[in-house]
C-alpha cells in the first residue's frame, strides 16, 4: 500500500477521450504508412534491413507527432507536460530504481522464456529479432541507434506521457498503470511477446509514476533494448 501511495498521476488537461482519439490516429496512421510503404518497395523484403529501420523510424516518429497533437498542441500547454521534466529529488534512489526496473524485467524475461521453451507452448516463445546476414555494419548501427534511442524515447512518450497520464487521470494510477501497460503490448502486435511486454510495460509506467518523469523509463526501457540487441546481433 505504501508504494502505491507513493505513485503520484501527472497533471495533464488531456482525458480518456483524447488517448482514444490518439490511438485510433497512431493505428490508422500507421497501417496507411506501411501499405504505401509496402506498394512502393514491393521488391524489398519486408524484414530487410532498410525495411525495418524505415518503420522503427516511421512509428517513433508517428508516436511523437500523436502525442503533441493530442497533447499539449491540443491543450495549449508546454510539451514538458508530456513527462519532459527532471526527476522529483530521490537522491540515489532516481538510479536505483531504474536499475532495479531493469532487472526485475530482465529476470522475468529469461524466465518466462525457458518456462515457455520447457512447455513446449511455441507460439507464446518469444521470437528472435530479425538481425540476419542483410544487416550491414552500417545498417546495425542505424538499427541501434533507433532501438535503444529513438524508438524507446517515442515509446515512452505516447504510452507513459500521454497514454498513462491520461488515464490516470480518469481511473487513478493503478487503472492507469494496468490500461496503458495492456495497450502498450498489444501495440507491438505478438501474442508471444503479450505477457513479457506488459510486465515491461508495467514496470515502465510505475518508474514513471514514481518519479514523475520519463527520464527513469527511458532510461530503463534503452538499457533493456540495448541488452536483447546486443545479445542478438552478438550471437
Known amino acids: 500500500m505504501n508504494t502505491i501511495h507513493k505513485l503520484k498521476v501527472p497533471l495533464v488537461p488531456w482525458k480518456a477521450g483524447d488517448v482514444l482519439a490518439a490511438s485510433l490516429a497512431v493505428v490508422i496512421v500507421t497501417v496507411a504508412s506501411i501499405t504505401v510503404l509496402a506498394l512502393v518497395t514491393d521488391d524489398i523484403d519486408s ?16 508516436l511523437l507527432l500523436a502525442s503533441w497533437l493530442f497533447g499539449p498542441l491540443k491543450h495549449s500547454v508546454p510539451v514538458a507536460t508530456l513527462g519532459l521534466r527532471s526527476l522529483r529529488s530521490l537522491g540515489a534512489s532516481q538510479w536505483l530504481l531504474p536499475l532495479m526496473a531493469l532487472a526485475i524485467v ?17 507460439v507464446l516463445e518469444p521470437p528472435d529479432p530479425p538481425f540476419d546476414a542483410d544487416f550491414g555494419a552500417t545498417s546495425l548501427v542505424i538499427a541501434g541507434i533507433l532501438i535503444i534511442g529513438v524508438g524507446p524515447f517515442a515509446e515512452e512518450v505516447f504510452f507513459r506521457g500521454f497514454v498513462l497520464a491520461g488515464l490516470a487521470r ?3 494510477p493503478v487503472t492507469g498503470l494496468l490500461a496503458s501497460s495492456l495497450l502498450f503490448s498489444l501495440a507491438h502486435g505478438s501474442v508471444a511477446l503479450l505477457i513479457p511486454i506488459f510486465v515491461a510495460g508495467s514496470m515502465l509506467a510505475w518508474l514513471y509514476l514514481r518519479t514523475g518523469s520519463l527520464r527513469a523509463s527511458v532510461l530503463a526501457h534503452s ?5 536483447a540487441f546486443a545479445v542478438t546481433v552478438g550471437t
Open 106 to 122: 530482465l529476470v522475468f524475461n529469461g524466465i518466462y522464456g525457458v518456462v515457455m521453451s520447457e512447455l513446449g507452448w511455441g
Open 223 to 227: 538499457a533493456q533494448n540495448a541488452v
Open 170 to 172: 480518469r481511473w487513478g
Open 47 to 62: 524484414e530487410s534491413a532498410l525495411a525495418i529501420n524505415v518503420s522503427v523510424a516511421a512509428v517513433s516518429a508517428i
